[in-house]
């Protein structure tokens, strides 16, 4: 039989310890399943099954699971049996042949035994990329038999754009593998097929189908550990500190442009923005009309409240904004009215959809198109245009105002010498003499040899206190001018 001997138990990536949690549970339930596939003690009885143009092999029907689990472990109540054997599907030991649900059902349903090799025992840790390879055997193969479901081609699609790098050995794994698949029997190849999607449904769940995977009860064995629960501890609080570095920008209190600009691209792009809510119910308060804002925002938290915290903040939204003589009450159509009245009865996360979007609909045009010709909202646009521009034109004077500076210092260090041709040196001189003050403008005259003579130091000058009195009066009229 396909399901594989009983030495394929010990394949696995890991030798588990028996003590574990997990292992005496898949103990348990894999001495109920050699049991059931025993037929010299009375098991269950596995058949091929004739279909239409095809045979079906190997498989069981629930009621004949059902029917046995009662007669060999003392089960009276048939609900009973049937939650055992969901159980036992659950963990990936008995599968339906047709279905991606493992459930049990006590019906003609065809069920098959999972190979010892796929049990849970073996302490299966599958990746991604192996989830991959599986999903790309499965296109290549009969398309008819094993195609993809559709939550299975969104995981394909995902992964593939999370594997680019790497997806050409990939698709090669997965070629390779079928090559292998085509060469064995094609009854053998139905029955692996269906026991390797089995795996995977085990592990990689229906959306909406509980992992079991997850549910792990090693978790217990933390509390003999103290340790490795102090260190979870500390991650646990690590993550909840929050602590992002931020940038600059984001440190500002006051908008980029760049924000600024984008709350004019839709409405739903200033309420995504905590800033620009702030900046629209500012502006809703000098039109009296906040409450709208407000009661949307009310209804978004409702949606994220713990379950025994609705009914109560549901009672408290009705009060706040639709309750006759609310003391923000707000402008709803007949229509919807009626309904929230009826939802608030029986009241859920849902309880105020309609209203919701009513006044989403009022705020985004009518409020939300005023808003953008606001002079608040302008104000915001050319608050930031303007210190650019600003810090524009006095670099640019800076720069202008520096080189006609120069340009001074140069036409009255020539002028103080009669021989003219001299050059100021700030800060350095000729000599080893040194400046008494770090900002004095030194006079240096060229010498008439090659070596220093007096004409050298008789040349030198320092600029006095009325050369630099000149030198602020014509700076300030260049600026003037400018």
């Known amino acids: ?22 292992m005496i ?38 009621t004949d699971i059902v029917q046995w689990l009662m007669k060999n472990l003392s089960i009276e109540d048939p609900v009973e049996a049937i939650h055992l054997g969901s159980l036992i599907a659950a963990q990936g030991y008995i599968f339906p042949i047709s279905d991606h649900v493992l459930t049990m ?18 302490c299966w840790e599958p990746e991604n990329t192996d989830y991959a390879i599986y999903l790309c055997k499965r296109t290549m193969q009969n398309k008819a038999r094993l195609e993809l479901a559709d939550y ?13 790098r790497k997806w050409e050995f990939i698709f090669m794994q ?16 139905k029955i692996l097929d269906s026991q390797e999607r089995a795996f995977w449904d085990v592990h990689r769940p229906v959306p909406g189908c509980v992992n079991t995977t997850e549910m792990d009860i090693r978790k217990c064995r933390r509390l003999k550990n103290p340790q490795k629960v102090k260190k979870i501890t500390f991650l646990n609080a690590q993550i909840d500190r ?8 984001a440190e500002s209190k006051e908008p980029s442009q760049q924000r600024v600009k984008r709350w004019g691209f839709a409405f739903d792009e200033i309420l995504k923005d905590q800033v620009g809510r702030d900046q629209f119910l500012r502006f ?17 938290d409702l949606k994220k409240q713990p379950l025994q915290d609705v009914a109560r903040r549901v009672e408290e939204i009705w009060q706040e904004f639709l309750a006759p003589g609310a003391p923000s009450a707000i402008n709803l159509d007949s229509h919807s009215y009626e309904i929230t009245s009826q939802n608030v009865k029986d009241g859920g996360r849902y309880t105020f959809e309609d209203a919701q979007e009513h006044i989403y609909k009022l705020m985004k045009s009518d409020s939300y198109a005023r808003f953008l010709r606001s002079n608040a909202y302008q104000d915001l646009l050319l608050a930031k245009k303007k210190p650019e521009s600003e810090q524009g034109r006095r670099t640019s004077l800076e720069k202008f105002t520096r080189s006609v ?63 630099r009195v000149s030198l602020r009066g014509e700076l300030v009229t260049v600026k003037e001018k400018e």
């Open 174 to 189: 997965a070629e390779a593998q079928v090559k292998i698949d085509r060469k064995k029997d094609k009854t053998e190849r």
């Open 405 to 467: 500076c120069c340009w001074r210092r140069v036409r009255m260090a020539a002028a103080f010498h009669p021989r003219g041709g001299f050059l100021p040196a700030v800060g350095k001189v000729t000599g080893g003499q040194a400046p008494h003050r770090p900002d004095a403008v030194l006079l240096t005259a060229p010498s008439a040899g090659p070596g220093p003579g007096p004409a050298e130091h008789a040349g030198r000058r320092r600029s006095t206190s009325g050369d």
């Open 105 to 122: 059902k006590d019906d003609g349903t065809f069920y098959r035994f999972q190979a010892p090799y796929f049990w849970p025992s073996n």
């Open 284 to 300: 809703l308060e000098s039109e009296f009309s906040s409450e709208n804002l407000r009661f949307w925002l009310a209804v978004q």
């Open 25 to 62: 549970v898949y103990c348990k339930i894999e001495d109920i399943i050699t049991k059931m596939q025993d037929d010299k003690t009375g098991g269950v009885a596995i058949r091929t099954v004739k279909s239409f143009l095809s045979k079906i092999p190997s498989v069981v029907t629930g």
């Open 152 to 164: 299975e081609a969104e995981n394909l699609a995902r992964l593939q754009r999370a594997f680019a």
């Open 1 to 22: 039989m396909a399901q594989g001997s009983g030495d394929q138990r010990a394949v696995g990536p890991a030798d588990p310890e028996e003590s574990s949690p997990n």
């Open 242 to 249: 929050h602590c992002l570095k931020m940038s600059k920008v």
